[in-house]
């Protein structure tokens, strides 16, 4: 009984801790411009595979991503510095002009082909799982090592439940969002767009400013 109530415990808390990093409803209005004028099969199909790469980043940065940073000779706040500036920059460029509505409709299916090669970059990440995603959970997975290998196995999987419902989430959220705004009228659709990309922007500079703070302490020390 106490294994199970520390295991929900670590389940919940994982879950706390990743989705306000993750924020999947936030993040889904910041990427509403890469499948607003997509058809809902195909919102659906990129929504699920984005849900996939997501939980392929957080399951292997579970599992060795300590390890990698340590092979690469990187730190977490040199991570936290290039993935912001990586976000910064898809704002910005989301800031400029969009191309308008009949241009997009007449090219649906190059947008379609296009959209697919963003799915992992910059979509996935640096975007829905970056830096501060990986941040957390190597800091999670270090916070719950346990004192024998299946002790931290089993607090590895309570973490991994944690990310399977972020997952689904985020699918959820990335193929809904873009039924919502498409009640709106073109005018209340480029202020959202336009409002999601200064977010984009802030969030990025947001990473990258902590990750720089952390490096300058580093070196302090």
């Known amino acids: 009984m106490e294994i199970m109530n520390s295991y929900i415990n670590i389940v919940l808390a994982s879950f706390i801790t990743l989705f306000p990093v993750v924020n999947p409803i936030g993040t889904a209005f910041i990427l509403n411009p890469f499948f607003n004028d997509l058809s809902k099969s195909e919102q659906r199909s990129m929504a699920k595979k984005v849900a996939i790469y997501a939980f392929s980043i957080c399951l292997v940065t579970i599992l060795i991503g300590q390890y990698i940073l340590e092979v690469f ?65 190597l800091a999670l997975t270090a916070h719950n090592k346990g004192t024998t290998f299946v002790h931290t196995l089993i607090n590895m999987s309570a973490i991994l439940v944690a990310v399977i419902v972020i997952s689904i989430l985020i699918y959820i959220f990335y193929s809904n969002t873009s039924r919502l705004i498409n009640y709106w009228g073109e005018t209340e659709r480029n202020i959202v767009n336009k409002l999601s990309a200064f977010l984009v922007f802030c969030v990025g500079l947001e990473i990258a400013a902590t990750g720089l703070f952390n490096l300058i302490k580093t070196f302090n020390h």
């Open 73 to 137: 000779g990187l730190s977490i706040p040199v991570v936290q510095v290039a993935g912001g500036i990586l976000i910064c920059k898809i704002g910005w460029e989301f800031m400029g002009d969009a191309p308008q509505s009949s241009q997009l409709d007449l090219h649906h299916t190059n947008s379609f082909d296009s959209i697919q090669s963003k799915l992992f970059y910059p979509i996935t990440f640096p975007t829905t799982t970056g830096a501060g995603t990986i941040a957390v959970l």
